[in-house]
């Protein structure tokens, strides 16, 4: 019998097969600053949320 962690895998590979991102998106840094994977806006090092587009981490 398979293991949920690796139907995970499998599904993981699919997904990085087809061209899709299975990595948590977690936010970029630009100096000393946090900055929004998806607006580009740059935020304190304590930020938990954009506040330009309201992007979280995953």
């Known amino acids: 019998m398979a293991s949920a962690s690796s139907d995970d895998d ?3 590979q699919f997904l990085t097969d087809r061209g899709h991102e299975t990595e948590p998106v977690r936010w ?3 100096y000393n600053k946090l900055q929004c994977p998806d607006c ?9 949320r954009c506040s330009v587009c309201d992007w979280r981490p995953d």
Request: charged share 40%.
């Open 28 to 30: 970029d840094r630009s």
């Open 10 to 12: 499998l599904f993981d």
């Open 40 to 48: 580009g806006a740059l935020h304190d090092e304590d930020a938990t």
